[in-house]
């Protein structure tokens, strides 16, 4: 038994920050655990410096339903002469010269998660997805989601993982991947990792974390796209869906 949340994660373009490089800003290719934390404390009207240990207690086991395309983004914001339209700098003037970068998105990824943990953490993370305080986006927030984030409570959260309808064409096959922030079975090595584990009480520190990675075939029907997923979902989870709503 796993008591979680099941959350979908979906979106024309998600970021998922991986270390920058000057000014490259690059993204991962599945959900951080700084991000998720982030995407939480978000609907929960957080602060950027608030005290998040609560929330670090949650572990999450992501099912990758469409791996998405990286796109690139030449960035530039401010540069403009006339002090009305420059960029705003940190003691209240304005610098003429563009901040120029260069910023990765994930395009059309869609990941399932199984978000495990206390009782009472969880308590808080569901109320919070169904009532945000804020707007939760994909990792920056111009990356909206295009589905709702939390699905359901569930008993079996992880196990769910393996019959809960794909976010993928109805024609898609092969094997589904999966991520685990702990090992699946004893003795199993880890993967690879990532440098997005918070620090507590340290603003935009991070720590290096293990992640192991699994790729199997799962009995969960690919349930199509936009529209298709979504009445294919609520059928799963036996709510009503739209077209019938409106012939009540």
């Known amino acids: 038994m796993s008591d ?5 994660l979906s979106g024309p ?26 995407l939480i404390a ?24 469409r791996l998405g395309q990286i796109l690139s983004d030449f ?7 006339d002090p009305a339209f420059g960029l705003t700098t940190a003691d209240g003037g304005t610098r003429d010269a563009p901040v120029i970068s260069t910023r990765y998105y994930l395009a059309d990824a869609a990941f399932t998660l199984a978000v495990t943990g206390p009782t009472t953490v969880l308590d808080t993370a569901e109320h919070a997805l169904n009532n945000p305080v804020w707007t939760p986006h994909l990792g920056r927030r111009s990356c909206l989601p295009d589905t709702p984030i939390l699905l359901t409570r569930s008993t079996t959260a992880v196990d769910d993982l393996d019959r809960i309808p794909l976010h ?21 090595p880890a993967t690879t990792q990532h440098n997005d584990q918070p620090v507590p ?6 720590t ?33 869906t739209l077209a019938q709503e409106a012939t009540r």
């Open 4 to 8: 979680g949340l099941i959350l979908h």
């Open 13 to 38: 373009l998600q970021a998922w920050g991986a270390p920058a490089q000057s000014n490259i800003c690059p993204t991962y290719r599945q959900p951080t655990r700084s991000a998720l934390t982030g």
């Open 42 to 65: 978000c609907c929960l009207g957080r602060e950027r410096d608030a005290d998040n240990t609560d929330l670090d207690q949650l572990r999450y086991t992501i099912r990758i339903d």
């Open 75 to 81: 960035h530039t914001a401010g540069g403009n002469h």
């Open 168 to 188: 993928r064409p109805a024609t898609a096959a092969g094997p589904v991947t999966f991520t685990y922030d702990t090992p699946p079975a004893p003795g199993r």
């Open 201 to 206: 009480g340290q603003r935009r520190t991070f």
């Open 208 to 240: 290096t974390r293990r992640i192991w990675e699994q790729h199997r075939t799962i009995p969960a029907p690919n349930g199509g796209l936009g529209t298709a997923w979504l009445t294919t979902m609520a059928d799963h989870l036996g709510l009503p």
